[in-house]
């Protein structure tokens, strides 16, 4: 069946620096990907999406690229804030599932002043 | 514009009891779908429902059951807890068809002891 992959956490990164936290897919047909975020305390809340194959979602300075070659869709930001600190959780929706989101395990980022 | 709400926001049942979660959708949206996320794991998807009746379901037995009302809300019930129902439980209101695009509540916390 369709599976999401996502690097382990938890990332622990200096203010400023480079984030990227890999995400790979497993799906039959052509799916919609997502990177949901989940802050302290909060609710998830969508973060980006793609739609098809080379889209590329950004949102809040993080972007991640649908790679149908690679099945990939690996979420990167040039600088990281303390405020970025969350666990972030990549997704996938299948046509044929309806609103039903296959989740990945979750990447808890914690950022370091 | 009022989010996805949910009530309890924590509870504490023992094993064989019943429990039911409550969630009012946000405004405008009429589709509703329930998501179990056990600690450290992304959320599992339990069921959907549109127009007052299931619609699509994850793999969770029959124990699990809920309901849409002509409201929008939505209720899950879960009979006979075990100990492995221990989680958090998360209710996502969305427009149908709109691709996993899904706004979360906070979700209720669920012990079984």
């Known amino acids: 069946g369709d599976s999401v992959t996502q690097m382990e956490g938890p990332v622990t990164l200096s203010e400023e620096a480079f984030l990227t936290i890999n995400c790979t897919y497993t799906a039959t047909g052509y799916p919609s990907l997502f990177w949901y975020v989940q802050y302290p305390g909060e609710g998830l809340q969508l973060l980006l999406k793609?739609?098809?194959?080379?889209d590329k979602g950004s949102n809040k300075g993080f972007e991640a690229t649908y790679r149908k070659e690679t099945t990939s869709f690996h979420l990167e930001k040039g600088s990281v804030q303390v405020s970025d600190s969350a666990v972030y959780f990549c997704a996938l929706s299948s046509y044929n599932q309806g609103g039903k989101l296959i989740f990945g395990q979750g990447t808890e980022l914690s950022v370091k002043p | 514009e009022t989010g996805v709400t949910q009530s309890p926001t924590h509870l504490i049942k023992t094993r064989g009891q019943q429990v039911t979660l409550r969630c009012s959708s946000q405004?405008?949206?009429?589709?509703v779908s329930w998501y179990q996320q056990a600690l450290g794991q992304g959320p599992q998807f339990i069921f959907q429902y549109y127009r007052e009746e299931e619609n699509g379901r994850g793999n969770f037995p029959p124990r699990f059951s809920g309901l849409q009302f002509p409201n929008y809300s939505s209720e899950l019930n879960v009979n006979a807890l075990e100990l492995d129902d221990s989680a958090l439980y998360l209710c996502?209101?969305?427009?149908?068809?709109?691709?996993?695009?899904?706004?979360f509540g906070e979700g209720s916390r669920l012990t079984v002891l």
């Open positions: 793609a739609t098809k194959a080379d």
């Open positions: 996502a209101s969305s427009s149908w068809g709109a691709s996993g695009e899904l706004f």
């Open positions: 405004s405008g949206h009429n589709t």
